[in-house]
């Protein structure tokens, strides 16, 4: 399998240690974004894992119109760019239109394709001709080995720094479910595989005008995964979930990070 260097000389995933992915559902204003970067890096170095920040600068498949979709994909990647370098770290974010690459390329370490337009052509040959490390999310109408298909649409471009996320699939009504099997299938196609485990508990639609969540089964199915064997964990964490314009039902409160990746850290530690 290969490793993929988001950042020298100690940001890999698919290296030893288990990295971490992990930030709020949408980009906020500059301080509060900045902040919860300062706050999650603090811990993920007191861990010594290798930590990416995530946020999103447009939530283009929200439920419903009036939903908040964040600030745009320019003026998000504005200020995405600036949390990347007063903070020091390795930033991700969704691209959602060819178009948004050049841009995105610019202030992004790592581009990643939603799971909803997984099997877009365009925007994964775009994707991958950026040269960044592409992380794309199965969608949640493919079974584990058809990643294969998406891997190569990527490598097509010369770019072979794919990894896939794993967020849970389409079962019944409002409902995703996370067949774990389907970890170890991609992961032997070759790029490393990566557990949210905040989207998996996700209940689409399922507040009417938004989406409902599980959040109290995210840790648990965070140990299962670290323990069939993942390379990294991502994870929506929020200071108030409750409040939070998006996600908030299935978000990770900040104040229980630390404790839930010392938790997966030593299933890691068991599991090799």
């Known amino acids: 399998m290969r490793a993929i260097t988001v950042r020298e000389p100690d940001c890999v995933v698919g290296g030893e240690p288990l990295a971490v992915i992990a930030g709020p559902c949408l980009v906020e204003d500059l301080h509060a974004t900045a902040e919860m970067a300062e706050r999650l890096a603090e811990i993920c170095d007191d861990l010594s894992v290798p930590f990416i920040f995530k946020a999103s600068y447009d939530k283009a498949n929200r439920t419903s119109i009036d939903s908040d979709r964040g600030p745009g994909w320019q003026a998000g990647l504005e200020i995405l760019g600036r949390v990347r370098e007063t903070v020091g770290v390795p930033v991700l974010s969704d691209v959602h239109e060819p178009i948004q690459v050049p841009m995105a390329m610019q202030v ?52 072979h720094d794919v990894m896939l996320t794993e967020r849970g699939s389409s079962f019944g009504y409002h409902n995703l479910v996370v067949d774990m099997r389907g970890l170890q299938i991609m992961r032997s196609l070759g790029a490393p595989v990566v557990f949210d485990a905040t989207h998996s508990v996700q209940l689409p639609g399922g507040a009417g005008g938004a989406s409902g969540g599980q959040r109290e089964f995210a840790p648990l199915l965070a140990r299962a995964a670290v323990a069939a064997g993942i390379d990294a964990v991502f994870m929506e964490v929020h200071p108030d979930p409750e409040s939070a314009s998006c996600d908030g039902p299935n978000m990770i409160p900040l104040a229980q990070v630390r404790e839930l990746l010392q938790n997966l850290l030593a299933i890691r530690r068991a599991a090799h």
């Open 108 to 159: 992004l370490d790592v581009l990643q394709v939603p799971a909803l337009l997984s099997r877009q052509t365009d925007l994964l040959v775009a994707a991958g001709e950026s040269e960044k490390p592409v992380n794309v999310k199965k969608g949640q109408f493919l079974a584990p080995e058809d990643m294969e298909h998406v891997i190569e649409k990527v490598k097509s471009t010369g770019n």
